[in-house]
């Protein structure tokens, strides 16, 4: 971010403070009292959060280095909060920000192109009614989410998609947080089997006890003694994508059956 900036650039800037601030409406536009305000506090914490030097580094270098065709933006470069209604019932769980998608916009799913896996998750929550608009391409496209939250397991973009086994550890706090403020979730879809086993590590550490230990798979249903209901389902990844081993239809499957599941109140 050296040099002057261009009137684009100043409001592009001015939208990435509010991002950081909080004052958008990235989550859910329900206001800032009781969840909201816990969020907006998990929020301040995760975006300042510097306890990765791996990736901290990687995400301010291709924030600086850019891809040609954005170029002209300022990155967001910074960990990525989750994004929703603070009132969902269903939290989905992603694997990490995507280099020149979330690292840019500063929002999760957002950004990567179309027909990323972005615009694929979304239109999958757009069908089953979590949606009102079925693409996500920029922190100002008026996507807002119903009664769903997406976070991630890791909140800086790491090299390659692939954390490592500590960033993964060290990063699962803000999950925690995360959850702690969104007090209605009974439903949690975990996107891929690294996602999926960091949710599972999560329980554990909430001395949740798993006997036996839930297996990924896609659709695998699970319900949890802390009263949740954990759903596995492919990550929407390019390669998950473009091979089809991940169909619009499979993400309908799961994303409607989490939504007949949250209509039924938890299990406690
Ligand atoms: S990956 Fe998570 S724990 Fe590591 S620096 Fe980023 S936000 Fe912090």
């Not at 990435?16 to 958008?24: C, D, E, K, Q, R």
């Not at 995507?98 to 192109?113: E, I, K, L, S, Y």
């Not at 089809?244 to 939504?259: G, I, N, P, S, Y």
Request: charge should be positive.
């Amino acid at each position: 971010m050296q040099g002057r900036r261009s009137d684009g650039q100043t409001k592009a800037l001015s939208r990435l403070v509010a991002i950081a601030a909080g004052t958008t409406g990235t989550i859910g536009g329900t206001g800032r009292t009781g969840a909201g305000d816990r969020l907006a506090r998990v929020r301040s914490a995760i975006i300042s959060c510097e306890r990765c030097p791996r990736l901290r580094d990687y995400c301010a270098r291709v924030a600086q280095e850019k891809r040609r065709a954005f170029r002209d933006e300022i990155y967001w470069g910074r960990p990525v909060p989750g994004f929703g209604d603070p009132r969902a019932r269903v939290l989905i769980v992603g694997l990490a920000p995507a280099a020149h998608g979330a690292n840019r916009t500063g929002r999760v799913f957002t950004g990567d192109g179309v027909g990323g896996s972005g615009d694929f998750l979304i239109s999958a929550l757009y069908r089953a009614g979590f949606a009102n608009i079925p693409t996500s391409h920029h922190p100002d496209d008026g996507l807002h989410l119903r009664n769903a939250f997406i976070a991630a397991v890791v909140r800086c973009a790491p090299p390659a998609n692939k954390p490592t086994p500590d960033e993964i550890a060290r990063c699962l706090p803000h999950l925690d947080a995360e959850l702690g403020a969104l007090p209605r979730v009974s439903v949690v879809v975990a996107l891929g089997k690294i996602g999926f086993d960091a949710y599972l590590q999560l329980l554990k550490q909430r001395g949740v006890v798993l006997r036996p230990r839930p297996e990924f798979a896609h659709a695998a249903t699970y319900d949890l003694p802390n009263g949740q209901t954990l759903i596995g389902c492919y990550h929407p990844s390019r390669q998950n994508t473009n091979t089809r081993k991940l169909t619009a239809a499979m993400m309908d499957e799961v994303f409607q059956l989490a939504a007949c599941l949250a209509a039924v109140p938890a299990r406690r």
